[in-house]
């Protein structure tokens, strides 16, 4: 994760674009082997994901999580058969605790998950493997490659424990906290904070005798709270048993989405913690640009970069003009600071500007196509200088000179 | 020797009637303390079933625990692996399995037969050299 | 009257024990601590001091008095020995009833029918995988097969175990066979053997379950039925064998038996039944391991505490109710493999510990269990145990030959410390049904069978032939698995899809009708569903049926807990 720009040999193109088609084709052992890569950090594996990373945002990713012996397990077998009998395709990521001794786990989920039989049900267990949080750290692309499969609905289901509540509630579109009833063991944990980020509450074994007061309990304490813009966390009853609130359930989850959106996490991730870059630098380059909010904001293309070197393009739209009706100079400015950040990130490390001047000795109008071109000037250990160049057709249109602080940090 | 990073990842199930599932807990117990990742089922599981979870769960190897003779549908077992993409996966039976029955597993396909009296330490190991196996086979590269 | 007795003299307090201490100390080396398989430290020797005169009376007493420590009965083995009972069950019903009478001439005098583990999982033959078919047990899913189980076997004398998890359909069929050969069903005598669901959840086996809350309910229902129309038959055996088998220690499997049995009374006199009605008959079943003494004194502190237990907890009058009585079966996990001939003194030492314990019933492995399902050959053995302990031995000269031994009477006292304490444990969770639904139960059982198995595997626990005194063997003269015949098993197939062809549908529609709508009922005045299982096996519904609606209804009792 270190290296933005990984030197590992990904498979040939053509077989890992197979694969992706396999894989979105709904074929269960392309998936399955896929995710084995992913889980175990293979070399092939950051290739594949990042293949995957444009069929990402389909899926609705639903978080539960929820003290041990909550009946989370059960809860999510009946959940998922009533999902799948609504004609969705459902994947399941169910996360163990490794030991943190011998890193052996016991994957028993299965136990309580007598819907793997179902062709649209799609169940993967996996270990901790140490990852503070109840997550593998490799919970996040294990998703994706479900998403990217084409899984209406993902899954994902952890131990509760403190944190690890709180890390899957970075990339669910939709947290389910389960809470057993009874005001022992259960409620103390809810308590201790993973209340925050429930968008549902759920108190299962609804047909058991205290259920009643936790509902009742944990609806006073989310009265304590402030509410939260554009939804109000439901507390809901089920029982695995009988069958009761899980359509009910599934109905909510469906409001949630509606309400909240679901991929959330493909937009959160464009500017976060990304998965890592792939081994080509021009397409690495692309990425990087990709994941830039603002220089999408701005429209600005991706047109081609090397070692020092990045040439980006602007269509100048209405929303790029000034109040004179020409293209806006911070427009101009943004479109050369885009090309001199890629080119002065294209070495591995984190590059951060820190001083940039720029000329527009011409107007632009509407329509007119830029084109930012950056090339390195000099470069030493600490400090480095790029020259842009902003043309129109073959017109000179601005000069742009920037400084950068090279880091010894790699890219996220 | 194995890679010391290398995981195996097994299945550790019961097919056919008998739910005697002592044998089959203790094992998953001590492969988990042997440092393996075992995805256990409870007993009673159809054939398809096993095939589909060692298909989605991708294991390098199922284990197959029989105390009253349901290791005569291993041999289906076996055959329904391969059918279903699944014929990479070595298969190891525990139990109870009379001496004429073992041949027959044997050829079959199954790697190895454990009875009572094999040491837990000795199937650790026969399941971490086998796995490890499958797996190179898988990712001849990695 | 309070006399002193010879075994409560204070003389080893002196001179010798100080001199004795001294020698012990200085000879025997390598004093390791040795515990059973309860925990419970097991000293080199037990003196007087050990035991407290002033309590023989009330701890210890006479046979056939509470609290029973010496026996249920005055005359214990004295007057009747045991029942001896063979789980017995191959093949096709013909081959079955060839194999009883065999044991019944041999010298058993009661039926234990043993039905095939499709039968055991609620299915018919028509269900399942043919190669499993009769491996382990008969292949018996109507009325007319346990009637051809039944042949010549005269139901008001013979004493018969049905191992009959829930819903009960054997006997519901056994009834149907006794109502045909005109005996009177007040006159039947026997056990449900498998009747308590909650232990087929801590120990999985291979038991047809309905989900808990639905097996809380035909059993409670079954229990009710019995007590009205069968007076002489058992409908409850809460079995501690499943649970040592699953690998509890002897304290553990007796703690959550009792703790079993609590819950099942609780149930029953929560359904308006009275204490005195139904504890009378409630029977017990548990594992005899090789572990000798802990095993007589886990017997002998079983029957204390279901005394005490019934009077206080229950206000039972009735000593019938205060009886502990059960069947023994000696331990198959104690058999081996390796020199399966060994199997054999085994057996013989785990008889004798049941024996001196005080069962009411036998039950004697086959040495070649561990290898197979038994053989006739085996079979035979395991019978001659029996006879030989009971008659060549005289081991039935003396009541409770061991008592007042110091360290029995000792272990005895330890034993039930650890019983109550294991009890008290599932009280904390809310009782035995809230205990098995958290898995709490079969955890707790699991971590003890890995520690025993771990305790082999070091050797701190010898096995002959297995981690001690190995030899090379001949594999070949090892016997084959007894395997139903299949020319027999096809018949038998065509019988069965024939029979299902030709009877009144109409009949079986109605009575199948009848008891989805009883399981649908509540209140007091709901249909008794047993009643209704018993009906729908007079009409012609199979085994298969009858558990299929069920599963429909109540739900399907899936494992609650993994590793």
Same mark, same amino acid.
């Given at each position: 994760?270190?290296?933005?720009?990984?030197?590992?040999?990904?498979?040939?193109?053509?077989?890992?674009?197979?694969?992706?088609?396999?894989?979105?084709?709904?074929?269960?052992?392309?998936?399955?082997?896929?995710?084995?890569?992913?889980?175990?950090?293979?070399?092939?594996?950051?290739?594949?994901? /990042?293949?995957?990373?444009?069929?990402?945002?389909?899926?609705?990713?639903?978080?539960?999580?929820?003290?041990?012996?909550?009946?989370?397990?059960?809860?999510?077998?009946?959940?998922?058969?009533?999902?799948?009998?609504?004609?969705?395709?459902?994947?399941?990521?169910?996360?163990?605790?490794?030991?943190?001794?011998?890193?052996?786990?016991?994957?028993?989920?299965?136990?309580?998950?007598?819907?793997?039989?179902?062709?649209?049900?799609?169940?993967?267990?996996?270990?901790?493997?140490?990852?503070?949080?109840?997550?593998?750290?490799?919970?996040?692309?294990?998703?994706?490659?479900?998403?990217?499969?084409?899984?209406?609905?993902?899954?994902?289901?952890?131990?509760?424990?403190?944190?690890?509540?709180?890390?899957?509630?970075?990339?669910?579109?939709?947290?389910?906290?389960?809470?057993?009833?009874?005001?022992?063991?259960?409620?103390?944990?809810?308590?201790?904070?993973?209340?925050?980020?429930?968008?549902?509450?759920?108190?299962?074994?609804?047909?058991?005798?205290?259920?009643?007061?936790?509902?009742?309990?944990?609806?006073?304490?989310?009265?304590?709270?402030?509410?939260?813009?554009?939804?109000?966390?439901?507390?809901?009853?089920?029982?695995?048993?009988?069958?009761?609130?899980?359509?009910?359930?599934?109905?909510?989850?469906?409001?949630?989405?509606?309400?909240?959106?679901?991929?959330?996490?493909?937009?959160?991730?464009?500017?976060?913690?990304?998965?890592?870059?792939?081994?080509?630098?021009?397409?690495?380059?692309?990425?990087?640009?990709?994941?830039?909010?603002?220089?999408?904001?701005?429209?600005?293309?991706?047109?081609?970069?090397?070692?020092?070197?990045?040439?980006?393009?602007?269509?100048?739209?209405?929303?790029?003009?000034?109040?004179?009706?020409?293209?806006?100079?911070?427009?101009?400015?943004?479109? /050369?600071?885009?090309?001199?950040?890629?080119?002065?990130?294209?070495?591995?490390?984190?590059?951060?500007?820190?001083?940039?001047?720029?000329?527009?000795?011409?107007?632009?109008?509407?329509?007119?196509?830029?084109?930012?071109?950056?090339?390195?000037?000099?470069?030493?250990?600490?400090?480095?200088?790029?020259?842009?160049?902003?043309?129109?057709?073959?017109?000179?249109?601005?000069?742009?000179?920037?400084?950068?602080?090279?880091?010894?940090?790699?890219?996220? | 020797?194995?890679?010391?990073?290398?995981?195996?990842?097994?299945? =550790?199930?019961? =097919?056919?009637?008998?739910?005697?599932?002592?044998?089959?807990? =203790?094992?998953?117990?001590?492969?988990?303390?042997?440092?393996?990742?075992?995805?256990?089922?409870?007993?009673?599981?159809?054939?398809?079933?096993?095939?589909?979870?060692?298909?989605?769960?991708?294991?390098?190897? =199922?284990?197959?625990?029989?105390?009253?003779?349901?290791?005569?549908?291993?041999?289906?077992?076996?055959?329904?692996?391969?059918?279903?993409?699944?014929?990479?996966?070595?298969?190891?039976?525990?139990?109870?399995?009379?001496?004429?029955?073992?041949?027959?597993?044997?050829?079959?396909?199954?790697?190895?037969?454990?009875?009572?009296?094999?040491?837990?330490?000795?199937?650790?190991?026969?399941?971490?050299?086998?796995?490890?196996?499958?797996?190179?086979?898988?990712?001849?590269?990695? | 009257?309070?006399?002193?007795?010879?075994?409560?003299?204070?003389?080893?307090?002196?001179?010798?024990?100080?001199?004795?201490?001294?020698?012990?100390?200085?000879?025997?080396?390598?004093?390791?601590?040795?515990?059973? @398989?309860?925990?419970?430290?097991?000293?080199?020797?037990?003196?007087?001091?050990?035991?407290?005169?002033?309590?023989?009376?009330?701890?210890?007493?006479?046979?056939?008095?509470?609290?029973?420590?010496?026996?249920?009965?005055?005359?214990?083995? @004295?007057?009747?020995?045991?029942?001896?009972?063979?789980?017995?069950?191959?093949?096709?019903?013909?081959?079955?009833?060839?194999?009883?009478?065999?044991?019944?001439?041999? !010298?058993?005098?009661?039926?234990?029918?043993?039905?095939?583990?499709?039968?055991?999982?609620?299915?018919?033959?028509?269900?399942?995988?043919?190669?499993?078919?009769?491996?382990?047990?008969?292949?018996?899913?109507?009325?007319?097969?346990?009637?051809?189980?039944?042949?010549?076997?005269?139901?008001?004398?013979?004493?018969?175990?049905?191992?009959?998890?829930?819903?009960?359909?054997?006997?519901?069929? +056994?009834?149907?066979?006794?109502? @045909?050969?005109?005996?009177?069903?007040?006159?039947?005598?026997?056990?449900?053997?498998?009747?308590?669901?909650?232990?087929?959840?801590?120990?999985?086996?291979?038991?047809?379950?309905?989900?808990?809350?639905?097996?809380?309910?035909?059993?409670?229902?079954?229990?009710?039925?019995? !007590?009205?129309?069968?007076?002489?038959?058992?409908?409850?055996?809460?079995?501690?064998?499943?649970?040592?088998?699953?690998?509890?220690?002897?304290?553990?499997?007796?703690?959550?038996?009792?703790?079993?049995?609590?819950?099942?009374?609780?149930?029953?006199?929560?359904?308006?039944?009275?204490?005195?009605?139904?504890?009378?008959?409630?029977?017990?079943?548990?594992?005899?391991?090789?572990?000798?003494?802990?095993?007589?004194?886990?017997? @002998?502190? !079983?029957?204390?505490?279901?005394?005490?237990?019934?009077?206080?907890?229950?206000?039972?009058?009735?000593?019938?109710?205060?009886?502990?009585?059960?069947?023994?079966?000696?331990?198959?996990?104690?058999?081996?493999?390796?020199?399966?001939?060994?199997?054999?003194?085994?057996?013989?030492?785990?008889?004798?510990?049941?024996?001196?314990?005080?069962?009411?019933?036998?039950?004697?492995?086959?040495?070649?269990?561990?290898?197979?399902?038994?053989?006739?050959?085996?079979?035979?053995?395991?019978?001659?145990?029996?006879?030989?302990?009971?008659?060549?031995?005289?081991?039935?000269?003396?009541?409770?030959?061991?008592?007042?031994?110091?360290?029995?009477?000792?272990?005895?006292?330890?034993?039930?410390?650890?019983?109550?304490?294991?009890?008290?444990?599932?009280?904390?969770?809310?009782?035995?049904?809230?205990?098995?639904?958290?898995?709490?139960?079969?955890?707790?059982?699991?971590?003890?069978?890995?520690?025993?198995?771990?305790?082999?595997?070091?050797?701190?626990?010898?096995?002959?032939?297995?981690?001690?005194?190995?030899?090379?063997?001949?594999?070949?003269?090892?016997?084959?698995?007894?395997?139903?015949?299949?020319?027999? +098993?096809?018949?038998?197939?065509?019988?069965?899809?024939?029979?299902?062809?030709?009877?009144?549908?109409?009949?079986?529609?109605?009575?199948?009708?009848?008891?989805?709508?009883?399981?649908?009922?509540?209140?007091?005045?709901?249909?008794?569903?047993?009643?209704?299982?018993?009906?729908?096996?007079?009409?012609?519904?199979?085994?298969?049926?009858?558990?299929?609606?069920?599963?429909?209804?109540?739900?399907?009792?899936?494992?609650?807990?993994?590793?």
């Amino acid at each position: 994760m270190r290296n933005p720009l990984p030197k590992t040999a990904a498979a040939p193109a053509g077989e890992l674009a197979r694969r992706v088609a396999a894989l979105r084709t709904g074929q269960r052992a392309v998936l399955a082997r896929a995710l084995t890569e992913i889980e175990n950090e293979l070399p092939s594996a950051a290739a594949l994901h /990042a293949a995957l990373r444009e069929h990402l945002g389909h899926a609705h990713v639903v978080g539960i999580t929820g003290p041990p012996g909550a009946g989370k397990s059960t809860l999510i077998n009946a959940l998922v058969t009533e999902i799948a009998k609504r004609g969705k395709r459902v994947a399941v990521a169910a996360v163990d605790p490794s030991s943190p001794v011998t890193g052996g786990a016991v994957l028993g989920d299965r136990v309580r998950m007598n819907i793997g039989t179902a062709d649209s049900v799609f169940i993967r267990s996996l270990a901790s493997r140490g990852h503070g949080g109840g997550l593998a750290r490799t919970t996040p692309r294990i998703v994706d490659a479900l998403d990217a499969a084409g899984f209406d609905t993902v899954v994902v289901e952890t131990v509760g424990a403190g944190q690890s509540d709180v890390d899957i509630a970075a990339f669910a579109d939709t947290s389910i906290v389960v809470s057993p009833p009874g005001l022992g063991d259960g409620i103390q944990a809810i308590k201790a904070g993973i209340l925050e980020i429930a968008d549902i509450l759920v108190v299962t074994k609804a047909d058991t005798p205290n259920a009643a007061n936790t509902e009742r309990d944990l609806k006073d304490m989310l009265r304590l709270r402030a509410p939260r813009a554009g939804w109000s966390v439901p507390v809901l009853s089920t029982s695995a048993t009988t069958g009761d609130g899980i359509a009910s359930l599934a109905d909510t989850l469906d409001a949630h989405a509606r309400a909240a959106g679901v991929g959330r996490r493909v937009q959160r991730a464009a500017a976060a913690a990304a998965p890592p870059l792939p081994a080509d630098l021009r397409e690495a380059l692309r990425i990087l640009a990709a994941r830039d909010s603002f220089v999408r904001h701005c429209g600005i293309e991706f047109v081609d970069g090397g070692p020092g070197t990045a040439t980006v393009r602007m269509a100048v739209g209405c929303q790029h003009l000034n109040f004179n009706g020409k293209c806006h100079g911070g427009a101009i400015f943004t479109l /050369a600071d885009t090309a001199f950040g890629l080119a002065s990130n294209s070495h591995g490390v984190i590059a951060a500007g820190i001083d940039a001047h720029a000329t527009f000795p011409v107007a632009v109008r509407e329509g007119d196509v830029l084109v930012a071109q950056a090339t390195e000037a000099s470069r030493g250990r600490k400090l480095a200088i790029y020259r842009v160049e902003v043309t129109r057709d073959t017109e000179l249109v601005s000069t742009f000179t920037g400084t950068v602080y090279v880091t010894s940090r790699g890219h996220a | 020797m194995p890679d010391p990073a290398f995981r195996p990842k097994v299945l =550790i199930t019961k =097919i056919g009637l008998d739910g005697h599932d002592r044998g089959s807990r =203790i094992v998953a117990a001590h492969l988990r303390d042997a440092g393996v990742e075992v995805v256990y089922t409870p007993p009673w599981q159809d054939i398809g079933t096993v095939v589909k979870l060692a298909v989605e769960e991708d294991v390098d190897l =199922i284990g197959v625990s029989s105390l009253a003779t349901d290791h005569l549908i291993v041999p289906k077992l076996m055959r329904a692996l391969r059918e279903g993409g699944a014929g990479d996966v070595a298969v190891i039976v525990g139990g109870i399995v009379p001496d004429t029955d073992e041949k027959m597993l044997l050829d079959a396909g199954v790697s190895r037969v454990f009875h009572p009296g094999n040491k837990l330490d000795e199937i650790a190991a026969f399941v971490h050299a086998t796995s490890a196996k499958v797996r190179a086979s898988r990712f001849p590269s990695a | 009257m309070n006399k002193p007795l010879p075994h409560a003299i204070p003389a080893s307090t002196g001179e010798a024990n100080v001199r004795w201490s001294a020698e012990y100390a200085a000879q025997i080396g390598d004093d390791r601590e040795v515990r059973n @398989r309860s925990g419970i430290p097991i000293k080199p020797l037990y003196t007087p001091l050990d035991v407290d005169p002033a309590r023989f009376d009330a701890e210890i007493g006479f046979p056939g008095q509470p609290p029973y420590t010496r026996g249920i009965y005055p005359t214990m083995h @004295r007057g009747r020995t045991w029942t001896q009972r063979q789980l017995i069950g191959l093949g096709t019903p013909a081959t079955y009833n060839a194999r009883l009478r065999d044991i019944l001439d041999q !010298g058993g005098n009661a039926v234990s029918l043993i039905p095939c583990n499709s039968v055991f999982r609620g299915y018919d033959m028509d269900e399942v995988d043919a190669e499993l078919l009769g491996t382990c047990g008969v292949v018996c899913n109507s009325a007319d097969h346990m009637a051809a189980c039944l042949d010549g076997v005269d139901l008001a004398r013979t004493s018969c175990a049905m191992n009959d998890p829930s819903p009960f359909t054997l006997l519901a069929f +056994m009834l149907d066979t006794a109502k @045909r050969n005109g005996v009177p069903w007040n006159a039947i005598t026997g056990t449900s053997n498998q009747s308590d669901y909650l232990s087929h959840f801590v120990a999985n086996h291979m038991f047809f379950r309905l989900a808990l809350a639905g097996a809380r309910r035909v059993l409670t229902d079954h229990i009710a039925w019995c !007590g009205e129309h069968l007076p002489r038959w058992n409908p409850l055996s809460v079995v501690g064998q499943h649970m040592q088998q699953a690998g509890a220690t002897p304290a553990e499997a007796l703690g959550f038996t009792f703790a079993s049995a609590i819950q099942y009374a609780d149930d029953c006199v929560a359904a308006g039944m009275s204490p005195d009605a139904i504890l009378p008959r409630f029977t017990f079943f548990f594992d005899i391991s090789i572990s000798f003494f802990e095993e007589i004194a886990k017997f @002998r502190a !079983g029957r204390r505490i279901w005394a005490r237990l019934t009077r206080e907890r229950y206000g039972a009058r009735d000593p019938r109710s205060w009886r502990f009585k059960f069947h023994g079966q000696t331990s198959g996990v104690d058999l081996t493999r390796q020199q399966p001939l060994n199997n054999i003194a085994r057996v013989t030492a785990q008889a004798i510990a049941g024996i001196f314990g005080g069962l009411q019933s036998l039950h004697t492995d086959a040495y070649d269990e561990a290898l197979s399902c038994p053989t006739q050959f085996g079979a035979r053995i395991a019978v001659a145990t029996q006879n030989i302990l009971r008659e060549e031995a005289h081991l039935t000269d003396v009541i409770d030959p061991l008592g007042g031994s110091y360290y029995v009477e000792r272990l005895t006292d330890e034993m039930e410390a650890k019983v109550l304490a294991v009890m008290a444990d599932v009280e904390a969770e809310g009782g035995m049904y809230r205990a098995v639904e958290s898995g709490y139960v079969q955890r707790r059982i699991g971590d003890s069978a890995r520690t025993f198995q771990e305790r082999i595997d070091s050797g701190e626990q010898t096995v002959v032939g297995v981690n001690r005194y190995a030899i090379d063997e001949d594999a070949s003269a090892r016997p084959a698995l007894a395997k139903p015949d299949p020319a027999l +098993m096809d018949a038998h197939r065509a019988d069965f899809a024939r029979f299902k062809a030709q009877r009144s549908q109409d009949d079986v529609a109605r009575a199948l009708a009848a008891l989805v709508r009883a399981t649908g009922e509540t209140g007091p005045t709901r249909t008794n569903l047993f009643g209704a299982i018993v009906a729908a096996a007079a009409a012609g519904c199979t085994h298969g049926e009858i558990c299929g609606t069920l599963r429909r209804e109540l739900g399907f009792g899936h494992p609650l807990v993994a590793v």
